[in-house]
């Protein structure tokens, strides 16, 4: 909270800075309004108050700063607070005598008379009537002292009543203060005479320096906005005793008290040898210190927020900055850090102001990308960055796979948990078909002849499962090496264009290939002694027929045993044949296709 502290002074006049007596205070640098005498003391044969008028000497104002050497220089001049003193006396010794007086018509701004006085006296331990003096007198005004104890006040250099200190037989007073109330002669004009006096034996000198002032005489009172009340009474008495409390110094201070009505006196005593009291009360009303504040507050950005002022008195305006509402809350909408101000006017006419500070918090930045994943595949929900909390919608978990069904938005809640600020974002996820993969073979070719009839792919790749690279293309050849398997598994993986994938294998027969040689010696050697035809797998022989002809074409040799082939005989006894040439007529049924019976005519040559 920032309060405007404030002093509030209820009183016409602070007594310290009133001058309601022109020149008491020598301040004119002359002695207008005073009038002075001089004399001898009364041993002297005569009295302080003899020849009117002022004596150079005996009377002199001092307006520079100053140190008394009789003193040893510890009694300064003037008063703190002053700018000119008079200097009554001198440290001539002889039966000298001077007085001064200041004449005083009484009336409410004057009735408190103060003067303040420093002595300077020799103590030669004279009786105490030849010894030097400082008198004051209050009189009316044909010289008729007043009554009671405080019109009259006398000292002199031995006086044990006195704090005097002593040098080299030399007493003197630092400053001393005193007030005087003239109430009771209100409309009556006074007369404040000071004198000084030497010894009455004519050997020893006293002086003493005086400035005087006046003004009404009251409790002035100070209050601030923060509730506190200071209580003063007048300065210049000796002792100050106050009611309620007890306090007996010059001031008070009451911290915030309850509203309510105040009633405050003060007895004052002027100089601590004479009892003459003076009481001085006040009475004022006070409004207690409200109890004012705001609260700083945070919120996110986008979000409203309500002020509100904490205030223990009701009745007063408000006025808030920037807006200019004045009511004790506003409702707000700020895009950035922001301070708003709102001035109280309190029924004590104080003003209190207040900052409430909204800080404002970015909402979270959260990166989310739309994606597609193929029919049948997962999904994953990544979102960035990942100093958040997400939570998605119908329980889908950051980080997780699992298996969309349809093309949706997935919509999920990032918090920050630093701030507790929340934005929503949410992404797309399609589904995409796969392809169908398919292809055919054309059965017993070699190079092997494939053709792609896959559905939506718009990429193949061939995998011909004889560990040979990856073949792309839609119709093409593949010349397998190795003729002695039964197949190969053929793997055909199609790609649509957004990267969906299926795959389909097959098992491709190998085909089956025959050899059927164009000559043979069967001439009892160990080599070609046999003419038949040489399938590269048995196996896949079915339904088998081998037949030789002679040139007329009579049938001289037939097999249905694919291992038993012509030895070059004919007839039961096995007759052998000559050297020509024999047409050849081979049926067969190759089972790795079903494809039905193959006929084959050729011609071999049989030598011997």
Aim: charged share 10%; hydrophobic share 30%; net charge negative.
């Amino acid at each position: 909270m920032k309060l405007f502290t404030v002093f509030l002074v209820f009183s016409s006049c602070i007594v310290s800075y009133c001058q309601n007596c022109i020149n008491s205070d020598f301040s004119l640098g002359n002695f207008n309004n005073w009038s002075g005498t001089t004399g001898t003391v009364p041993n002297g044969g005569g009295t302080p108050y003899d020849v009117p008028g002022f004596v150079i000497g005996q009377h002199q104002i001092l307006s520079t700063p100053g140190l008394d050497p009789n003193t040893g220089n510890v009694l300064s001049y003037p008063p703190p607070g002053s700018t000119s003193v008079c200097m009554l006396g001198n440290n001539i010794p002889g039966y000298g005598a001077e007085s001064m007086s200041y004449q005083i018509t009484v009336d409410q701004s004057n009735r408190l008379f103060i003067y303040e006085y420093a002595m300077v006296l020799q103590s030669p331990g004279h009786s105490v009537n030849d010894e030097p003096r400082f008198i004051v007198k209050i009189t009316d005004i044909n010289g008729n002292l007043l009554p009671g104890n405080c019109s009259y006040y006398e000292t002199y250099g031995s006086d044990p009543n006195n704090n005097f200190t002593n040098n080299a037989g030399t007493a003197f007073s630092t400053w001393q203060k005193v007030a005087i109330d003239l109430t009771q002669y209100l409309g009556g004009t006074l007369k404040i005479q000071f004198t000084t006096q030497d010894c009455g034996l004519g050997a020893h000198w006293g002086y003493a320096y005086l400035t005087a002032s006046c003004g009404p005489l009251g409790i002035t009172m100070q209050k601030n906005c923060e509730g506190t009340i200071i209580l003063s009474a007048p300065d210049g008495f000796h002792s100050y005793m106050w009611s309620p409390g007890g306090e007996t110094t010059q001031s008070i201070t009451l911290q915030n008290p309850p509203t309510g009505i105040y009633n405050y006196s003060c007895t004052m005593n002027p100089i601590a040898t004479l009892s003459c009291p003076t009481p001085i009360d006040t009475t004022f009303s006070f409004i207690q210190t409200p109890a004012f504040s705001t609260i700083d507050t945070a919120i996110c950005f986008g979000e409203s927020v309500t002020l509100s002022t904490v205030n223990n008195e009701v009745g007063g305006p408000y006025l808030w900055l920037p807006g200019g509402q004045n009511t004790p809350s506003i409702t707000v909408t700020p895009d950035t850090n922001s301070t708003y101000y709102v001035t109280y006017s309190a029924l004590n006419n104080c003003d209190y102001i207040d900052t409430a500070s909204v800080t404002v918090y970015p909402l979270p930045i959260v990166y989310l990308d739309d994606f597609m994943v193929c029919d049948g595949s997962s999904a994953i929900l990544i979102p960035y960055p990942v100093q958040y909390d997400y939570v998605w919608e119908n329980g889908y978990v950051s980080n997780t796979p699992f298996l969309p069904e349809t093309p949706q938005y997935y919509t999920v809640t990032a918090t920050d948990p630093l701030t507790g600020c929340k934005q929503t974002d949410s992404l797309f996820i399609d589904i995409k078909p796969l392809p169908s993969a398919s292809f055919s073979y054309v059965c017993g070719s070699i190079p092997a002849e494939f053709f792609n009839e896959s559905i939506g792919g718009i990429i193949n790749y061939w995998n011909f499962g004889d560990g040979s690279p990856i073949q792309g293309g839609n119709h093409v050849f593949h010349p397998y090496v190795d003729l002695s398997v039964d197949y190969y598994n053929v793997n055909l993986t199609t790609e649509s264009e957004y990267g969906c994938k299926d795959s389909i294998q097959i098992r491709f027969p190998i085909p089956l290939i025959y050899y059927v040689p164009n000559t043979f010696t069967p001439d009892g050697d160990t080599y070609n002694n046999v003419f038949k035809p040489i399938f590269s797998q048995n196996n896949k022989v079915g339904d088998f027929l081998f037949q030789i002809f002679n040139r007329w074409g009579d049938l001289i040799f037939e097999s249905q045993n694919i291992y038993i082939g012509w030895d070059g005989t004919y007839g039961a006894i096995g007759l052998e044949c000559q050297d020509n040439t024999y047409t050849w007529k081979l049926i067969y049924r190759d089972t790795s296709c079903n494809d039905g019976l193959k006929e084959i005519i050729g011609h071999v040559n049989l030598i011997k």
